[in-house]
């Protein structure tokens, strides 16, 4: 209890999901939430996206945790919209000390058109820099900005195993430039006394990763596979064993970097990966 104390943390894409667990486990450790979200389905994705009542729970849930929790209802693309919305959330709660550019989407298949390439990196690449852009402004010194990658930004050029899409190709573009810019603002961050590192997740039981188009990039020999049907392929590239982390395993390295434990860390990319990323230097590939 109380890792990051009284921190104010902003967090986009905080409706559901891995925004949502990460915007929870903070609030059990202390942390008073700005919690961002478009609320509308993705237009590239094939999947439906998060909603005004998802966004309510999320704060309702903070709430009961005994922590303030502030929701803004903000496209990531749009900056101004965004800078105007933190800069009410932060008059509001006072301060910021963490910020987490979480919102993403992988929308997968040959099928979609080459705007769900041009949508993922406006929405997981630019929004996530528009955040980070939009919040530096509000930063002290001690502050942390945790971004938030992939496993696949350390796979490079990884391709969807051929059938992912201009989407997916997006996806895995952005999460491998988000390393980058990552590392470069650190750099320019540090003499300030604050820390930029990157978060990278393997697979989580989320809307984004379980779907039946995401499960047939990983099981094209099926018509209509399930979390079920993909459990093996999942299980034989990750080290451990586990298909599917739950959000909260991800979250947990969320606080660590998101409190002073981690206070000399910065340009870190920690991998929450099962072992993948190891493996697969090892010999194995997925989809093989
Ligand atoms: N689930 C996984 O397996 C996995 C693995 C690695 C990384 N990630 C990353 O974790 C992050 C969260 O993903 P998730 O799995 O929780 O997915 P999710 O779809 O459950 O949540 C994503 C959230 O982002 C929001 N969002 C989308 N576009 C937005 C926009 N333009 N402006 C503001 N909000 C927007 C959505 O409304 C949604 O609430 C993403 O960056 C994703 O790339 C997920």
């Not at 104010?8 to 059990?28: C, D």
């Not at 849930?61 to 496209?75: I, N, Y």
């Not at 697969?280 to 997925?286: D, E, F, S, V």
Request: aromatic residues 4%.
């Amino acid at each position: 209890m109380g890792r990051v104390q009284d921190k104010v943390v902003l967090i986009t894409g905080a409706a559901r999901g891995l925004g949502r667990s990460h915007a929870l486990r903070l609030a059990e450790e202390g942390a008073d939430i700005i919690a961002v979200d478009v609320c509308k389905d993705p237009s590239a994705a094939h999947y439906a996206g998060s909603t005004v009542s998802d966004l309510d729970e999320t704060v309702e849930l903070v709430r009961k945790t005994g922590r303030r929790a502030v929701a803004k209802q903000a496209d990531v693309r749009d900056r101004a919209a965004l800078a105007a919305a933190i800069a009410e959330a932060v008059e509001e709660l006072g301060r910021l000390d963490v910020v987490i550019p979480n919102a993403g989407i992988n929308p997968v298949g040959n099928d979609l058109p080459v705007t769900a390439f041009t949508d993922t990196v406006d929405i997981n690449l630019v929004g996530a820099i528009n955040t980070v852009h939009a919040a530096l402004p509000h930063l002290g010194e001690g502050a942390s900005i945790i971004v938030i990658g992939s496993v696949v930004a350390l796979m490079p050029r990884f391709d969807g195993m051929g059938i992912g899409g201009p989407g997916n190709a997006g996806y895995n573009f952005t999460k491998s430039m988000l390393t980058e810019y990552a590392d470069w603002l650190g750099v320019q961050l540090a003499p300030h006394n604050q820390r930029v590192n990157v978060v990278h997740p393997t697979t989580v039981a989320t809307e984004l990763m379980q779907n039946t188009t995401m499960y047939k990039t990983f099981r094209p020999d099926l018509e209509n596979p399930t979390a079920d049907d993909v459990a093996g392929a999942l299980h034989a590239v990750h080290g451990l064993p586990v298909a599917f982390l739950e959000p909260a395993d991800v979250s947990h390295a969320i606080v660590y970097l998101a409190s002073e434990e981690s206070r000399f860390v910065t340009g870190t990319q920690l991998r929450v990966d099962a072992g993948m990323i190891n493996k697969l230097a090892a010999g194995a590939r997925p989809g093989a």
